[in-house]
């Protein structure tokens, strides 16, 4: 479980808006899961361990359909 | 290709995407027509709308209320009332509007995920090892038509099951459906029905003889508890034929044809793997194949324009790509760029089903290349061709091994 401290982020992935691109998968394959018809969501609550939050804004700034947030969360 | 029309005059008023000079290079003519229009119009094939930033390209991808896909390649022939309607079209999914458009897609969507693509991988690697070993000892030899053509015809003809030995067939459809759209309607009529008679009989065998292959993943699916259609089969299967092969084929060529002119970038890529995830992003965006089509469904004001129902829209994904408002120095390929939010592949409901198998392909394509070829260089960079119409790729790709 990732730890809620302060510096904590939550990566969220809009289902309306993801197209099945995959690329959040692809540059992060620990933060985002795809069903069977490779739509994406965030992995359990969306928390991202501080050594992954590179990894998180790889995803939010390549995501062709702006479906991908990042935001800091309040301990 | 021949090209039928007269010389463009004016690009905001009389642009033609099979005029010599977009075939040779576009992209001097988007930037162009992004600082004077950036809504160019051209009388010709009845009338044809061409945006050219990021945001107009965006909008017209997200509304399917005022274009319709019915027909997505911009030629002299509209549907008329033979072929399918909308919201079905000619080739579903890629010609449907919503709702149906969904239904189609949902069902041909698991087949195109991660995991089966990457089952797809093995056998692209050996094509690719087998294409080199070919080409051993040579010092001259055209990427294109020796190397990058051959990879993506041989993948999809065995995902769908047909001969491997039929892929020679389907490049001369490819080019005559993509490349000759300036073709009088009823030649386009003629090649279309030869195709379809292709399509018709790899339908009726697999019927009789049902594999575990895309052909029999089609004609065993069901939309709404009913079969489809044999015309819906066929349809799909053209599609995915014709929007698989030339398009991989004109990426994995361009690539090459950068690094072939950059030996900072292929001295880079041949040393770091690591980097490949981010090159192959960067060679999608700066040499985007694909440029989409959709018909204007009813009349209205677009920006200050008056569509008109039936009237011609490109839309420029390559052009999107390139938009200095989007991304930084768009025209330098930069094998790392951090942040890519590129549109090779389209944006919105008809974001190209087949993206993962592009990637796949275009990665294995390179890496394979470069084990083998880490020097090269354009033998004449004069004799290089690219393909004109709404797939731009080199078509000639002579190479000098080092």
């Known amino acids: 479980m990732t730890p809620v401290t302060a510096g904590t982020f939550r990566v969220h992935v809009d289902p309306d808006r993801c197209q099945g691109h995959n690329r959040c998968y692809s540059v992060a394959p620990d933060l985002f899961d795809l069903d069977e018809l490779g739509t994406s969501a965030e992995v359990g609550e969306g928390l991202v361990p501080a050594d992954l939050v590179g990894h998180a804004r790889l995803a939010v700034d390549n995501c062709p359909e702006h479906a991908i947030s990042l935001t800091p969360v309040q301990p | ?402």
């Open chain 2, 1 to 402: 290709m021949t090209n039928r029309h007269p010389p463009v005059r004016d690009w905001a008023t009389d642009f033609d995407h099979t005029d010599p000079g977009w075939v040779a290079d576009p992209y001097p003519i988007w930037a162009d027509l992004r600082q004077r229009c950036p809504v160019a119009h051209s009388d010709r094939y009845g009338g044809t709308w061409l945006p050219v930033t990021h945001e107009l390209v965006s909008e017209v991808a997200y509304d399917t209320e005022h274009f319709t896909s019915r027909s997505i390649v911009v030629s002299e022939r509209r549907p008329g009332p033979d072929d399918l309607p909308a919201p079905i079209g000619l080739s579903p999914p890629i010609t449907s509007d919503p709702p149906y458009h969904g239904i189609v897609r949902k069902m041909l969507l698991p087949a195109f995920t991660p995991g089966p693509i990457a089952a797809l991988e093995p056998f692209t690697r050996q094509l690719c090892r087998d294409l080199l070993a070919a080409t051993e000892g040579r010092s001259a030899l055209d990427a294109a038509t020796d190397y990058a053509q051959h990879i993506p015809v041989r993948v999809i003809v065995r995902f769908l099951g047909f001969p491997q030995e039929d892929a020679d067939i389907f490049r001369r459809f490819i080019r005559q459906v993509l490349e000759d759209v300036d073709q009088p309607a009823d030649e386009r009529r003629e090649t279309l029905k030869e195709l379809d008679a292709y399509m018709d009989a790899q339908i009726a065998e697999h019927i009789a003889d049902p594999r575990d292959d895309l052909t029999s993943f089609l004609l065993g699916a069901e939309v709404g508890g009913e079969k489809l259609s044999i015309g819906h089969v066929r349809g799909t299967m053209i599609l995915l034929m014709i929007a698989g092969i030339d398009t991989t084929w004109s990426a994995i060529g361009a690539s090459l044809w950068h690094l072939a002119r950059h030996p900072a970038d292929r001295r880079r890529l041949a040393g770091d793997p690591a980097l490949m995830d981010t090159a192959v992003e960067e060679f999608l965006r700066a040499y985007a194949p694909v440029t989409m089509a959709r018909l204007v469904a009813r009349d209205f004001d677009f920006h200050g324009h008056q569509l008109r129902e039936g009237d011609w829209l490109l839309l420029p994904f390559p052009a999107a790509n390139r938009d200095p408002g989007v991304f930084e120095n768009p025209d330098v390929v930069q094998l790392d760029r951090a942040s890519n939010r590129h549109a090779a592949f389209g944006l919105g409901r008809h974001r190209c089903l087949g993206s993962n198998l592009a990637r796949m392909e275009l990665r294995v394509a390179l890496e394979e290349w470069l084990a083998r070829y880490p020097d090269f260089e354009l033998a004449d960079p004069a004799a290089v061709t690219w393909s004109g119409g709404q797939v731009r790729g080199p078509r000639t790709l002579p190479v000098r091994i080092r």
